[in-house]
Nanobody, 119 residues
Framework: QVQLVESGGGLVQPGGSLRLSCAAS????????MSWYRQARGKERELVAV????????NYADSVKGRFAISRDNAKNTVYLQMNSLKPEDTAVYYC????????????WGQGTQVTVSS
């Protein structure tokens, strides 16, 4: 049974930091690129960051470059999103997604974790 379980969300003040985790099970984690998406209320889901399965190449949305960092630990089947210098506009539900590195049509989503940036 495939599972992606996000954790680490919560309420943080502007300028603060959070670290999201996404624990994967039920598939070969090292064969999947991992990404973080977010969806703010009333807006479409958008890609935040992605990391390749091997080699750990990363890419980021312009809005988070220099503030967010995606990483993965293939031994722990976990992907992380370190979020620094958070802004109110970062408020959203954050989702992790697994995409097979060759069969791109094979993908899985987590259930999401809420991040709220507010004073």
């Amino acid at each position: 049974q495939v599972q992606l379980v996000e954790s680490g969300g919560g309420l943080v003040q502007p300028g603060g930091s959070l670290r999201l985790s996404c624990a994967a099970s039920g598939f070969t984690f090292s064969s999947y690129a991992m990404s973080w998406y977010r969806q703010a209320r009333g807006k479409e889901r958008e890609l935040v960051a992605v990391i390749t399965n091997i080699g750990g190449k990363t890419n980021y949305a312009d809005s988070v470059k220099g503030r967010f960092a995606i990483s993965r630990d293939n031994a722990k089947n976990t992907v992380y999103l370190q979020m620094n210098s958070l802004k109110p506009e970062d408020t959203a539900v954050y989702y992790c997604k697994a995409t097979h590195f060759t069969a791109l049509q094979i993908s899985y989503w987590g259930q999401g974790t809420q991040v709220t940036v507010s004073s």
